[in-house]
């Protein structure tokens, strides 16, 4: 069984080597493809990340084994990680979070146990990256959330849920003021939910979920979220357990899986062989049980629990009075410990069943579609403009431009309403959003909305518009705050 592994930079290296060291000596028996992604490759000018051999290689073998790679700074380019998540459609980010015995932590002092999984949308949100400036003081990020990107990822969370039996599922989003962005992933939720009466599932507003899952986090089981609010949840989890040393990360797609640590490359501590090799060691045994390989998993998780409760450590975690083992050091220790089981935690050994990626041969991309196209009207435009004039002034012009088919309904700055009513302490920018509606809610046609455009382009620079539809009687966009 061949899998792709690239083993990225800063830290990646070491904590890759401790980790294929420790699959040798137990005897996993996988094959690996090195592939060339990464810093160095981004410096030799490939500007996402990896040449295209390594792409053919992990499209063909479906697994990718990663360390963590480094972003350059300020050349325009994009993350690697990001980009390798979303060409390969690894919708769930799948990151487990258990009391470890022998990482102390101030739950584990008081004896609260925590296992909480976290799935978190990954391809979707503002990591789509679409960014504008739009005059030079106002930049603009377009959130995507899509229902079939929002179901692909619930549904993976509610038959993970399933699977290992979880007490309880919990959505965590913000639809209380994005309401129809979060609205629509919460909407999704509790669709799926009802498939599955079995599990007890609830929703929490995020801010919410937070507080309690630093006061209370033996309450929580599964959690899923969207993409950004699960980056920052799943990074606090990481910290209720001991810190980024100890969060594993999976990235699940139909047809791709990437394992990676939830931490960065660590340039701190980079070549100084003393980095935690936990993190990269916990997503290779997802990967291995991905694969079937459980008794090399439970052999290997064992020793390394056994290791953690006999309170060997690295420098970055445990009893600061003991000595701190390097990284070599730390991943011999528990080579050391195969066949032990720790006294509590020990995982089951089932025997291997090696499950061989299935490789796809796709003639195209697929479109995933969750509903028919709908019937809909056009009933406006938002045209978003530049100008530091006051509201009244930027009124008075756009109304010459209004022809017999529109009126001007309200226009708002920064999404507040400054007219036709506001408040003179609303602070202002240098661009507005002006809503058109059609007289008599009559429907529009996109020409209509070029004319408008061509008229209000002789007094305004328009930075981008956005159409208003009707679906039915259901308006398909937001008021304005004070609207
Ligand atoms: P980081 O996670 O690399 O480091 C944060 C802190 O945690 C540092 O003090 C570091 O020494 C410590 N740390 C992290 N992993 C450790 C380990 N295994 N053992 C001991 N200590 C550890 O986050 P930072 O500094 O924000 O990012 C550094 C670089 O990593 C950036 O270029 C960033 O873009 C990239 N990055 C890559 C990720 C990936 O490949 N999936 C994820 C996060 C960041």
């Known amino acids: 069984m061949k899998i792709a592994v690239a083993k990225g930079d800063g830290i990646g290296p070491e904590i890759m ?41 992990i499209e063909t073998l479906g697994i990718l084994f990663k360390g963590p790679m480094e972003t350059p700074k300020g050349k325009g380019v994009k993350s690697v990680n990001v980009t390798a998540r979303k060409t390969w459609n690894t919708y769930a980010n799948k990151r487990v979070f258990q009391t470890l015995h022998g990482v102390d932590t101030v739950f584990s002092k008081a004896g609260i146990p925590i296992d909480i999984t976290v799935v978190r949308e990954n391809i979707e949100d503002t990591y789509g990256g679409i960014e504008h400036m739009l005059t030079h003081d106002v930049a603009l990020s377009r959130r995507f959330i899509t229902r079939p990107g929002s179901m692909q990822v619930i549904k993976y969370a509610f038959e993970m849920a399933r699977k290992k039996n979880a007490k309880r599922i919990t959505c965590g989003h913000k639809a209380n003021i994005m309401k129809i962005t979060d609205g629509l992933f919460l909407e999704c939720f509790h669709e799926v939910a009802k498939e599955y009466p079995e599990i007890k599932s609830d929703d929490v507003i995020v801010d919410d979920l937070c507080m309690k899952l630093v006061t209370r986090p033996d309450l929580f089981d599964v959690v899923v979220l969207t993409n950004l609010q699960g980056d920052i949840v799943s990074d606090l989890c990481a910290g209720l357990v001991g810190g980024l040393g100890f969060a594993p990360s999976a990235n699940i797609g139909d047809h791709i899986c990437i394992f990676e640590a939830v931490h960065g490359t660590a340039p701190d501590i980079a070549g100084k062989n003393i980095a935690n090799p936990t993190a990269l060691l916990l997503s290779g045994l997802a990967m291995l049980r991905h694969l079937g390989l459980m008794e090399s998993a439970a052999t290997v998780e064992n020793a390394l629990l056994y290791t953690l409760e006999k309170g060997v450590r690295t420098g970055d975690f445990g009893d600061r009075s003991k000595p701190a083992l390097n990284t070599t050091e730390f991943s011999n220790a528990i080579v050391a410990n195969f066949g032990k089981l720790p006294e509590q935690g020990a995982k089951p050994t089932w025997p291997n069943m090696p499950i061989t990626p299935t490789t796809f041969k796709l003639e195209k991309n697929p479109l995933i579609m969750s509903k028919e196209m709908e019937e809909e009207t056009i009933v406006g435009v938002d045209m978003f403009i530049e100008s530091a004039e006051q509201p009244g002034e930027v009124a008075e012009k756009c109304l010459k431009h209004t022809l017999d088919l529109f009126k001007l309904v309200t226009i708002s700055n920064r999404g507040t309403q400054v007219w036709p009513k506001g408040s003179i302490f609303t602070n202002l920018v240098n661009q507005y959003r002006c809503r058109f509606e059609s007289i008599g809610d009559a429907p529009l046609s996109q020409i209509d909305i070029i004319e408008l455009y061509k008229r209000l382009g002789q007094d305004f620079k328009i930075c981008s518009t956005e159409l208003l539809n009707m679906w039915g009687d259901k308006k398909a966009y937001s008021l304005a705050q004070g609207q």
């Open 17 to 57: 080597d401790a980790v294929l060291g420790i699959f040798k000596a137990a005897n996993v028996g996988l094959e690996y493809e090195f592939v060339d992604m990464g810093k160095w490759v981004f410096d030799k000018g490939y500007s996402n990340g990896m040449t295209p051999e390594a792409q053919q290689t």
